[in-house]
C-alpha cells in the first residue's frame, strides 16, 4: 500500500496530512496570484499532485513549471501523471541551487504543499530562505495551514516570519471544504 496515510504513518515528520489537498483548497491556493502571466512556477511538496492538477491548466503555454517531491515514490508517480512538469526529487531546503541546476533564475510564482507545522523552526527558516531568495521581484508565494495550528507557537511563528520576509502577506478565507478546514497565505515579494 502506498497511499498517503501510509506515507504519513512511515515519516510523520515529512508528511503532514492523512490525506490529500481538496481541489476546494487547490483552486484556492491558485487563485489571484497571478499564475496565468508568469514565466516560472515551482512547486514545493506536490505530494499526490492535487494541487498540481489545479496549477498546470492555469499555466500559459510557454511557462516553465517545476516541482519538488522529497518522496522518490511519489516523484516518480507525479512524473507518470504530469509530462508538464519538471519533477525533481529533492529537498525544498535546496531550491536556490535546483533553480540553479535549471538554468533558471527565479520564480514567479511559489506554491507550497509543504507541512510547516511538522518541521523544525531551522528547517522551516532554510526553505523560506530559499523560497525568498529564488522568487523574483514582485512574485508571489503561496501556501496553506491547517486552521487548528493558528493558535500554536509554531503556526504563530510562521506566521511572523512570513510578515518578516514578504513585504505583503495575506489570509484567504477559511476552506471548509478540506480535511482539516484550511487557508491560504498569499505573500509578495
Not at 19 to 35: D, F, H, K, V, Y
Not at 99 to 125: E, H, N, R, Y
Not at 160 to 178: A, D, H, Q
Request: include cysteine; charge should be positive; aromatic fraction near 8%.
Amino acid at each position: 500500500m502506498n497511499s498517503l496515510f501510509t506515507r504519513f504513518l512511515r515519516h510523520p515528520g515529512q508528511v503532514g496530512a492523512l490525506c490529500p489537498s481538496s481541489r476546494s483548497l487547490a483552486i484556492e491556493m491558485t487563485r489571484g496570484i497571478g499564475m496565468e502571466t508568469a514565466r516560472t512556477v515551482v512547486e514545493l511538496g506536490p505530494g499526490t499532485g492535487a494541487i498540481t492538477s489545479e496549477i498546470i491548466p492555469r499555466l500559459r503555454e510557454n511557462a516553465g513549471f517545476l516541482t519538488v517531491e522529497l518522496d522518490p515514490g511519489m516523484a516518480e508517480s507525479l512524473r507518470g501523471r504530469f509530462p508538464r512538469a519538471r519533477v525533481v526529487c529533492g529537498s525544498a531546503s535546496d531550491l536556490p541551487d535546483i533553480l540553479k541546476a535549471s538554468d533558471t533564475p527565479c520564480a514567479d510564482v511559489i506554491l507550497s504543499g509543504l507541512p510547516w507545522a511538522v518541521f523544525p523552526t531551522q528547517l522551516q527558516d532554510e526553505i523560506l530562505d530559499g523560497v525568498f531568495a529564488g522568487l523574483a521581484s514582485g512574485g508571489a508565494f503561496a501556501t496553506f495551514a491547517y486552521i487548528q495550528g493558528v493558535i500554536l507557537p509554531g503556526g504563530i511563528r510562521f506566521r511572523r516570519r512570513l510578515e518578516s520576509l514578504f513585504r505583503e502577506v495575506s489570509c484567504s478565507p477559511i476552506v471548509w471544504r478540506n480535511l482539516p478546514p484550511a487557508f491560504v497565505y498569499r505573500c509578495r515579494k
